[in-house]
């Protein structure tokens, strides 16, 4: 009996992916032949066969959850195959002026506009920082697969806008980690939140400097072990 709603499972969501695709690649076409990206018509199908907006022709919630997330999981993935940190770094000075300039404008300029629109901005209630926060950062993901398809990530505004993207995660995850402070502001938690943060980013980098590189060219000496290694 498990079994075979197992099975049940498995082929609903084989069919939804399915549907999903051929949902992606007719929208993909029109919007190719209008000339627009190609990342709307993606977005614009799963609105079309979602069951909030669209038609309703996926409605398993489980199959939704699950081809979103492969959906991220292969963006995330080709992305990562074309980008460089090395030619990113190499416009370090322009980025971080750059970055500084845009993530402090758009906030102060948030905090005063969504306080002006009526939301508070006081001390338990800070509705119009963290709308602030949210309308200075960008979608990552959009950004660089609309350069990717574009050719354009390799440029010097290519390379400029992806640390500028970087710098405003970074200026996310600390913006999540002092949150839970804000209410009730204590140095110490903020400046143990600020080193756990910078100690998370640097673990991050120095695995992917020095122990990932090494992992992953032994393990691309064995085919068997580079299919199922995930990357």
């Known amino acids: 009996m498990e079994c075979a709603i197992l099975a049940a499972a498995d082929h609903s969501i084989l069919s939804d992916v399915g549907l999903c695709i051929v949902a992606a690649w007719i929208l993909a076409v029109i919007t190719q032949t209008l000339r627009q990206p190609m990342l709307l018509a ?48 190499g416009a370090g000075k322009q ?34 920082v963290y709308l602030a926060a949210a309308g200075a950062l960008s ?28 710098l405003q995660d970074v200026f996310a995850i600390l913006f999540l980690a002092l949150q839970p402070n804000f209410s009730n502001p204590s140095p110490g938690v903020i400046v143990v939140s600020g080193i756990k943060v910078a100690g998370l980013v640097g673990a991050a980098f120095g695995a992917s400097r020095y122990i990932l590189p090494t992992l992953f060219h032994n393990v691309a000496r064995v085919p068997e072990q580079l299919v199922a290694v995930p990357g």
């Open 42 to 89: 993606y977005l614009v199908a799963g609105l079309l066969i979602g069951p909030e907006m669209g038609f309703g022709i996926v409605q398993d919630r489980i199959s939704i959850t699950t081809i979103s997330e492969l959906g991220l999981i292969l963006l995330l993935f080709m992305i990562g195959l074309e980008m460089d940190l090395k030619h990113v770094l």
């Open 139 to 166: 979608s990552t993901v959009i950004i660089v697969k609309l350069l990717y398809d574009k050719r354009e990530l390799n440029t010097l505004p290519g390379r400029i806008t992806l640390g500028v993207l970087v």
């Open 95 to 128: 980025i971080t002026l750059t970055a500084v300039s845009q993530i402090a404008g758009c906030f102060l300029l948030g905090v005063f506009v969504f306080w002006m629109l009526g939301f508070k901005a006081s001390e338990g209630n800070l509705g119009a």
